[in-house]
């Protein structure tokens, strides 16, 4: 392999990681307030491509996407105080069967207003064949916006969990919510946060990764397998091993076409899911011990 | 302060709290005793609010909290230290503290946080060198008094502590329950839950001596303490002939 190759190989690893990482963030976000995993985080990526790329027609694309991002952030919100709040200590079966027939219904309700039709957010700068050049590797900007975006955020949730009260009061909540009501915190309230949280933070890799990814009504439940992967690879409620763990993914997903035919790659993050849930369910970067000192 | 009347609770259809009736005046350190099961941290929690009474009442200020929210009675003023400390593992001290402080930051502001900050560390100077460590990491005589030094970032009117000495040697028990009497020197109220009821009501003005699930035994804690039956059951003492 060429060294150019390989770094044409490493960049779409990089990128496809970097929106595995952010959604996988989305599950641990709610994971760790709750307990839950949403299984409908795959769909908030979706509503915010679809979203913003409704309102293009109307706004102009940076509008567009914070529009999208609010709206996301709205739903998710709304979900949780629908179908969450009012359900007394459930039980973690209940639970699973609730957020897959959120997700079916977020799902169906896009079949519904946007058909089935593939669309796509044009390229923030310039458009598919517009590439910089890093040596004699051709990088198309929008890759660098994903990673970017995600990096920022990734950023920003960090400084938001360890130097906010509300983010401090989040955490509180995940390390020990009976303890996080005895400070008089509501912590129902944090769960409707760490919904729209994870909503928003969905909605926006959704709007960046869109021109290159497109999107689709259905285009939610893969992402949501391969950042649920990530998720578990890292170990559940571990963000900082997310990001590494994405990363990993993004990049044997890349490489893998070296030696396995495209139509296997999907193939690969079930395979390492199963792998894992086999051998290692508290993920290659957690152990049982770090798992119960988890943090953001 | 605290008046419970009559009261019933439990888990689901099971009942473990019987009939009942107790009460905290301000300024008091009242004990409340009982063996393994006998329903301490039931009581606490129905207080609190985690559980709800299923037949008679709880007034705290004067008003019946049957039905309110946790955080909003732990925002009229009443704080509870859990059994088992149950701080916050992955944080720092100084951010467990200022959990602690949510109702005070709200209502007062942040200054008024840092004041209290201040004074808690004052109350229990281990935790000023410790401010940094996470809490998950203190011995247990630590975390008893961050959960302590937590539950009072509040400035509640009432602190109720389930079983503060539990596991803790006796050293470090005498230290704890010296904080709880300089408590009540500053003006606090304390609802004080113990198995070690020599200790408890060796500080305490009155106790209730809990059995199963009902009070079986109260008056003023001296009274108690001589009292044959308590020092057969708790003190351990039997008395020959
Ligand atoms: N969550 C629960 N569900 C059902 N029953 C419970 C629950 N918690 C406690 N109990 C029962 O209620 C009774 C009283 O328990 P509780 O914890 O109040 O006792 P305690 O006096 O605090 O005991 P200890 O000294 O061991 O802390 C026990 O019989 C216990 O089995
Ligand atoms: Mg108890």
């Not at chain 1, 309700?109 to 044009?122: C, K, N, Q, Y």
């Not at chain 2, 705290?60 to 009229?76: D, K, M, N, P, W």
């Not at chain 2, 008056?219 to 003492?237: E, I, K, M, S």
């Amino acid at each position: 392999m060429s060294l150019d190759l390989f770094f044409q190989y490493l960049f779409a690893g990089l990128t496809y990681g970097a929106i595995y990482a952010i959604v996988a963030i989305g599950f641990n976000i709610i994971y760790n307030t709750t307990g839950i995993i949403n299984f409908a985080q795959g769909e908030f990526v979706m509503l915010g491509g679809m979203i913003s790329i409704s309102l293009m027609e109307f706004i102009p694309l940076g509008y567009a996407i914070a529009a999208a991002v609010l709206v996301t952030m709205g739903i998710g919100a709304v979900i949780e105080i629908l179908f969450i709040r009012w359900l007394e200590s459930p039980s973690v079966l209940r639970m699973i069967i609730i957020t897959i027939g959120i997700s079916i219904l977020l799902r169906e309700s896009a079949l519904h207003i946007w058909g089935e039709s593939i669309r796509s957010l044009p390229y923030f700068y310039g458009n598919e064949i517009t590439t910089f050049n890093l040596g004699s590797v051709h990088i198309s900007p929008q890759v660098v916006w994903v990673i970017a975006a995600c990096a920022v955020m990734m950023a920003g949730l960090s400084l938001f969990f360890k130097s906010t009260p509300i983010g401090r009061e989040m955490r509180a909540c995940a390390a020990n919510r009976t303890a996080a009501l005895l400070c008089g915190i509501n912590t129902r309230n944090m769960v409707t946060l760490s919904f729209m949280l994870s909503a928003g933070i969905g909605a926006l890799a959704g709007c960046v990764m869109s021109p290159i990814t497109y999107t689709q009504y259905d285009s939610g439940a893969s992402l949501a397998i391969k950042g649920f992967t990530v998720a578990i690879l890292g170990g559940l409620g571990n963000s900082l091993a997310a990001v590494a763990a994405g990363v990993l993914l993004g990049i044997i997903e890349a490489f893998s076409v070296t030696v396995v035919p495209l139509a296997f790659q999907d193939a690969i993050a079930i395979a390492i899911l199963l792998l894992i849930l086999f051998v290692k369910p508290h993920g290659i970067f957690g152990s049982s011990e770090a798992a119960r000192l988890k943090d953001f | 302060m605290l008046k419970i009347r009559n009261l019933d609770a439990g888990y689901g259809k099971l009942r473990v709290l019987k009939n009942i009736s107790l009460h905290v005046k301000p300024g008091e350190i009242v004990a409340m005793i009982g063996a393994n099961g006998a329903s301490k941290t039931t009581l606490l929690h129905t207080v609190i609010g985690l559980i709800r009474p299923m037949r008679g009442e709880v007034r705290f200020l004067g008003q019946a909290t049957g039905s309110t929210a946790v955080e909003r009675i732990v925002a009229s003023g009443c704080a509870l230290v859990p059994e088992g400390r149950q701080v916050f593992a992955p944080m720092s001290v100084e951010e467990n503290l200022l959990l602690g402080g949510f109702i005070l930051q709200k209502e007062q502001g942040r200054a008024e946080v840092l004041k209290e900050l201040e004074r808690q560390y004052e109350l229990f100077p281990i935790l000023r060198e410790r401010r940094q460590q996470l809490a998950g990491t203190l011995s247990g005589g630590e975390q008893q008094m961050l959960a302590m030094g937590r539950a009072l970032m509040s400035r509640p009117k009432l602190v109720m502590m389930d079983e503060p000495s539990t596991g803790l040697a006796p050293l470090i028990v005498r230290d704890i329950f010296q904080i709880i009497c300089r408590l009540r020197g500053q003006g606090n109220t304390v609802l004080l839950i113990e198995q070690n009821a020599k200790a408890a009501l060796g500080i305490a003005d009155r106790g209730y001596v809990l059995e199963v699930g009902k009070v079986i035994l109260q008056g003023p804690a001296a009274d108690l303490l001589a009292n044959a039956d308590v020092q057969r059951a708790y003190l351990g003492r039997e008395k020959i002939a």
